[in-house]
């Protein structure tokens, strides 16, 4: 077995989107959730030169977004406008309340809530994130992002226990759930999320009963043949892991065939490098 590489499943999953929603950047999120809302009252930028510097129109557009929050608290406009501001004025901190507030106001709109637990995670409020995470779940039980969110944090705790927990106890409701509301829960999902902890854990034997019951489960799905790739590779099953991972790029769509070529590719340098070192001795 090879030396265990500190979130090697981890960065991997990433690569290939093997779970949906995996990982985030505070940045690129406020950007991306505030930029398909931001109406017309957004401050757009004259041709006129003006002696000020970024940061003096920022906090300018600023003071007017508060000003139009005093009179107009709900305001959702200017409290998209008042985030995005101080995104730019890297005051992740100063998000926090009108992010709270977006999602009072938006409690249908679960990225909103999302986000707020992101942020609060980005700046070490790591209990406000759980909470929050945990309210979104017990509202919604199959939200994926909020899951991948809460069983992330637990893990930088040290906690795989209850990310475990969190897990099963969505795959416990899942039957109940989707005959509710067909699709309600995405059991794949969920249940690769499972498999990937277990991978993290070193649990390698529960990661891969995991992935071998979904590959059959699920024979056209390539995540997890993938998934089950990777762990051979890990415990030093190459062949095996070699099979997996041909079977998954022949299902994969067109996008991910690249990044499993490099995956198998690595296999194959992997399987060289006793025989070039070999080599380099004599």
Not at 130 to 137: G, K, N, S
Not at 214 to 237: N, W, Y
């Amino acid at each position: 077995m090879s030396k265990k590489r500190s979130g090697w499943f981890s960065r991997i999953v990433l690569a290939i989107g093997l779970i949906a929603f995996l990982g985030f950047s505070i940045g690129p999120l406020l950007g991306g959730v505030l930029q398909s809302n931001r109406g017309d009252s957004t401050p757009t930028a004259t041709s006129t030169p003006s002696p000020t510097t970024p940061d003096d129109d920022l906090k300018a557009q600023e003071r007017g977004y508060k000003l139009v929050l005093e009179r107009e608290p709900d305001n959702q406009t200017a409290l998209r406008g008042l985030i995005d501001v101080r995104r730019q004025l890297n005051d992740v901190e100063g998000t926090v309340a009108p992010l709270e507030r977006l999602a009072e106001l938006n409690p249908e709109e679960s990225r909103f809530r999302v986000l707020l637990a992101q942020t609060k995670q980005y700046l070490g409020d790591r209990e406000g994130a759980v909470e929050t995470y945990r309210d979104l779940i017990n509202q919604e039980p199959g939200n994926v992002q909020a899951l991948q969110g809460l069983v992330t944090l637990l893990l930088q705790e040290n906690r795989p226990e209850s990310a475990i927990a969190a897990i099963e106890d969505i795959l416990q409701l899942a039957p109940q759930a989707n005959q509710a509301e067909a699709g309600s829960i995405d059991v794949v999902s969920t249940q690769l999320l499972l498999g990937q902890v277990y991978a993290e854990q070193q649990r390698y034997d529960q990661a891969l009963n995991v992935f071998e019951n979904l590959s059959q489960e699920h024979s056209g799905d390539f995540r997890p043949l993938v998934g089950k790739g990777l762990i051979l590779e890990e415990t030093g099953q190459l062949d095996e892991a070699k099979a997996a991972l041909n079977t998954a790029l022949e299902l994969a769509p067109a996008q991910q065939r690249d990044r499993i070529q490099i995956l198998l590719e690595e296999i194959q340098a992997r399987e060289a490098a006793p025989t070039e070192e070999a080599e380099s001795g004599e």
